[in-house]
């Protein structure tokens, strides 16, 4: 519909001030918006810094850096098939990879579902804490090839326990595949003592089970 021009209804005509608002509202959502990234990408950064930092450190941990370790012997290397330098426990096995994994190599590993049908195998290992501290205990598991997968039930419970038996720290761990993969668990220590990593046989107790290397404590 065409209007002649009249002062009147043009002083009432909102249509300009729509698209002033629109103007303003719109720049004002941008300007949030760059606000908003920049704070994100700030806080951002500052994390994957942090996840950087911790990487790099426990990465080291991982592979080699057994010296840094509270524990002794966390790659089982200094073993023989029924004991482990440093370990105590039950029913302990320990023999190179491959034997359990055709093509995992020399590297000697514990399994936990030792000789023995019926025995729980438990590896146990002592270590003591100086003051108040938090820290990660590392290690690789695998599954070995005797064990179907998908394995819903056979593995290991990993617990760090203080002098009472009591857990500080527990996590079932269920591998799934052939190759080895790491694993985490953190542990905060609210004072000095003797502490102990615990590692249990769960599943079903058949000599067969999951296996396990490069046991690290910060
Ligand atoms: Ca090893
Ligand atoms: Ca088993």
Redesign the pocket.
């Known amino acids: 519909m065409f209007h002649r021009f009249s002062p009147t209804r043009f002083a009432r005509d909102e249509s300009g001030a729509i698209t002033v608002d629109w103007v303003v509202l719109t720049a004002a959502m941008v300007g949030l918006g760059i606000g908003a990234t920049l704070t994100v990408s700030g806080g951002m950064a500052d994390l994957s810094q942090d996840i950087s930092d911790e990487m790099t450190t426990n990465a080291l941990l991982f592979e080699t850096d057994f010296s840094a370790s509270r524990l002794t012997n966390g790659g089982f290397e200094d073993s023989t098939r029924n004991s482990a330098v440093g370990w105590g426990g039950v029913d302990i096995e320990i023999l190179a990879a491959g034997v359990y994994i055709p093509g995992a190599g020399s590297s000697m590993v514990a399994e936990l579902?030792g000789w023995i049908v019926g025995e729980t195998t438990v590896l146990q290992q002592g270590f003591t804490v100086d003051g108040p501290t938090s820290t990660v205990v590392s290690f690789t598991a695998a599954l070995r090839s005797a064990?179907a997968v998908p394995n819903e039930t056979?593995g290991l419970l990993v617990e760090v326990i203080d002098r009472d038996g009591n857990a500080l720290a527990q996590m079932p761990v269920i591998p799934n595949s052939r190759n080895f993969e790491e694993y985490r668990m953190p542990v905060r220590f609210a004072e000095a003592g003797e502490y102990a990593l615990r590692m249990t046989?769960i599943?079903?107790?058949?000599?067969?089970?999951a296996i396990v290397d490069d046991v690290v404590i910060k």
């Open positions: 579902d064990v056979d046989e599943g079903t107790n058949d000599t067969l089970g």
